[in-house]
């Protein structure tokens, strides 16, 4: 008996290990398929949500974007994230080491970024057919998926001379504002030269130091197919010719192509262009407050200097507007911003919405070398914050931003514009008359 009880133990020490291994197995396991299973909740996000930890008065930069660099997998059924994923893989220098040859993805066919620049850029069903629900789509989708896959257009007007004219041949802008325009917007453009605008030595408002400022309108063709248009193209080429300061480019002036004139000003620019210390871009509705922010540059570059002369990193990854971060995709149909969730899926990075964002020249060089990596995207002011993302750089928030415009009550009041640096929308007669009533500070303010 005594022998028969003595085996029994034996045998359960020999069992318990096992036992114990067992339910081990069975933990991992269920942690697993829970951990994979799981989707996490949407957030019911406010549709414009600051960026934590930055304002006017600090120099804090927004919350680092937390994704990583590359996605490790695609997004099924999303048609931007499973591209974008081929793009990330073929540039990840992990997976290819120091060899970044870009392509152009068909899923799975590779053609190079020098065959798409030389071939017609005209509408083509490759990645239609991927798109499950393309034919219930807005045309706006439809054309931007159509041409999606051209970047390279032929530019009507050009301004070669721009940054190098006869009377400033030995100086570099301090400051070039590039503003998106369209060909009728005539006022617009006429409001902001004799207003804001103004190319030329303009001081801050701080009196001293004056700096040198020009300005660019950047235009496509007219989208005939929103209706007939009467023909403006003479009307077009005499305004160039007086002022000195069109691009246009040969393709059409719809909402979803903005994020070509970013990318073709930014191929402009590195070569016309190149040693601008800061670049506004913005649009022709907003009224900006030209000499604060001049001031307010110079004091950024002054800063920098003094505190980080051997670090120059910081100062040529300055970004600055009215930053939105963790705003999800609108998935309203017939809505001006609607992103069917066949084409993206997930959140937009931070980036500065709205009518205007300051960048410095050096990040521009760079936003067009990282943009040639970043699938097109119909939304002009996310692909740049998507840019910026796989740059590892986080825009600067500055509350003087003011995109959504002041409180109604507030708009007629010079003083409280006081520290505004951008507000939107303004018409040309507005921009007019709030520049006769700013040009000198309002007393009592």
Known sequence: MARSRCNGKILCLCLLPCVMVSHLLVYIMVSIFVAVSYTPPVPQLPLHFIATGASDSSEDLASHPINPFWNLQPEEGALWNRLQHIWDREHNPILRGNVT?????????????????????????????????????????????????????????????????????????????????????????????????????????????????????????????????????????????????????????????????????WDWLSMHCPHVHFIFKGDDDVFVRTRALLDYLNQHDDTLQKTDRNKTKQSDDFVMGDVIANAWPNRQPGTKYYIPESFYKGTYPAYAGGGGVVYTGSLAMRLREVSRWVSLFPIDDVYLGMCLHRLGVSPTHHSGFLTFDLPEDLREKPCAYHNVLLVHKRSPKEMLTLWRELRVPPQGC
């Not at 100086?171 to 103004?198: C, D, H, Y």
């Not at 080429?237 to 691009?247: A, G, P, T």
């Open 101 to 265: 040859r870009p392509i152009s993805p068909r899923f799975g066919t590779a053609h190079t970024q020098e065959t798409r620049k030389t071939s017609v850029c005209g509408q083509d069903e490759m990645w239609a057919s991927h798109l499950h629900d393309f034919n219930n789509l807005p045309e706006q989708m439809k054309d931007f998926v159509l041409s999606m896959h051209c970047r390279h257009y032929p530019i009507l007007l050009n301004q070669p001379e721009l940054c190098a004219g006869e009377d400033i041949s030995t100086e570099t802008p301090f400051l070039l504002m590039a503003i998106k325009s369209q060909v009728g917007n005539f006022e617009n453009r006429q409001a902001i030269r004799e207003t804001w605008g103004r190319s030329g030595w303009i001081q801050g408002d701080g009196g001293g130091r004056v700096w040198f400022v020009r300005t660019i309108f950047l235009l496509a063709r007219q989208d005939t197919e929103t209706g007939p248009h009467p023909d403006l193209g003479a009307l077009l080429e005499l305004e160039s010719r007086n002022h000195e300061d069109i691009l246009q480019w040969d393709f059409r002036d719809t909402f979803f192509n903005l994020t070509l004139k970013d990318i073709l000003f």
